[in-house]
């Protein structure tokens, strides 16, 4: 199977729950957990007479993720039903929009492995509601609506991305945008951030687009990128073989690795799309679309920006650190008591950071606090301790959640800077190794490093090293 | 005329099974009520459509605030049949 001849083609599909109080047309909580079927009213049930009325919030949420997204927004748009049959949308059709979205026109930069970053575009957002939820038992299916009616915006992707990677880094772009503005919290398990994939394969350089297949709810980053993959390697199979592509819609089983026919694709106007005839045009006043703007939220790359500039840090090591809004909070708070922005942020990316991935910890449950760290930084930076002490310190301070200060007191870690008692240390050092010596003293300076380290052994690492590097040469030199 | 694999996808559509006599009727039938639209379709609108009736300044927004609706044992109630407090269902495919 010769993959190179051909390239995918991949456009995405996100829905984001809106971080409300309450639901898109209905004062019912929008909230996940509760008792099955508690949150509900006649609105989100659809009982007859009842109407819909906009929640306030859920727009300025929505414009939010526009300018975030650097959209266009749009002073008025159309609201519409989608009709389809299914028990969990309780009226029979979906308040969305169609025609008219409010929102279009926008990109997001994501970075490649590479090194390179791509621009994505975003064809559109628009509003709509949630649908219940349906669970399959063995004895039939069981309805709760307490998901009907929760506000959501859908984030269309034009169909720019060419392999896994990009969509992967083009989902994590805009799950951290939306996390950082407020707009959604992100959580893939509850499904508040869902994602459908649009995939197709084509030659290389053709400009018609194959028959595209869609894979729909994948709920990690990490089955997005392994279902894309599994689907460009079927496709290409499939095409390479003679067969012919079918439009259809398949789902990802994490079990088998592999992706598996759901149904075959509704075409688009068998939902019946018409203007809602319940709500008014959706009308935003520049005044307040101009006040949302001002009560922007700071978003990862201006954060990224800041950083750079403030703590003079790398345009890798920024974007590592603005990668959750949770890890740059935390480094803020680290620079902040420990004023020093680079060794800052080499302890959380390299120190915290990988210790955080090996326990399968995020860094909101960090055994380290800020602070904590800080301190350690501070010690460190007024030569209590030396830097490789306080690798071992910090290793006991991530097991046992305790301050450097009590463990550099428990292990007597203290740094040794009088110039006596190292000076004993290095005089051992010499006799013990009394042809190094020699070697030395015949000209072989190179040994100046061996005597050094051998000097710090004796100390158990405790030498403040720039005094040992000085006193070893004085010494050797006499 | 509506073609009868029309009316057949339709049908499919609306989870319906319907008899050789059936197709021949609904395909009569519908393409009598489509007529009837293309007939509507005459009267000028525009692409807002009915939307238009509303005034432009009739916008109104609902503060993001939670009101719980007390009687929701009365809305699961209207269901034929309660489970766990959910709506049962025979079994059905996935959709979503």
Redesign the interface.
Known sequence: MSLEKYEAVIGLEVHAQLM???KMF????NRYGS????????VC?G?PGSLP???????ELGVRAAIALSCEVHP?S?FARKN????DLPKGYQISQY??PYSTHGHIVVQLKTGEEKRIGITRIHFEED?GK???E????????NRAGVPLIEIVSEPDMRNAHEAGQYLRALHSILRYADICDGNMEEGNFRCDANISVRLRGADKFGTRVEL??INSFKFVEKAIEYEIQRQVFAVESGEKIIQQTR?WNSAKNITEV??EK?EAH?YRY????D?????FSLAWLDQIKKEMPELPQETSIRFKKSFELSDYDASVLTGSKELANYFESVVSHSKNGKASANWVMNELLGRLNAANKEVESSPVTAIQLADLICKIDSGEISGKIAKTVFEEMFATSKDASSIIKEKGFIQISDPIALESAICKVIENNPSQFAEYKAGKVKLLGFFVGQAMKETQGQANPALLNELVKKILDR | MLSREEVLKIAK???LTLTEEEIGFYQRQLTRVLDHIQDLNQVPTS?????QH???D????????????LN?DG??NNAP?V??????????????
Do not use: W
């Open positions: 409300t109080a309450s209905c004062c019912c909580p008792l099955p079927n508690t949150n509900i009213c006649p049930t009982q009325v906009i929640n306030k919030k859920a727009m008025e159309i389809y049959f299914y028990p025609e008219r649908a349906s669970n399959h063995s004895y039939g299916t069981l309805v709760n609506l729909k709810n789902s759901m149904r509704e068998d018409f203007p809602e005839p709500l008014p045009k959706l009308v | 559509l609306a989870r692409k807002e459509g009915f939307v509303v005034p432009s009739a916008q109104c927004f609902r503060e993001d605030r939670v009101e719980p609706f929701h809305l699961i049949v489970e766990n407090n959910c709506f049962l269902l025979p079994t059905l495919v996935e959709h979503s």
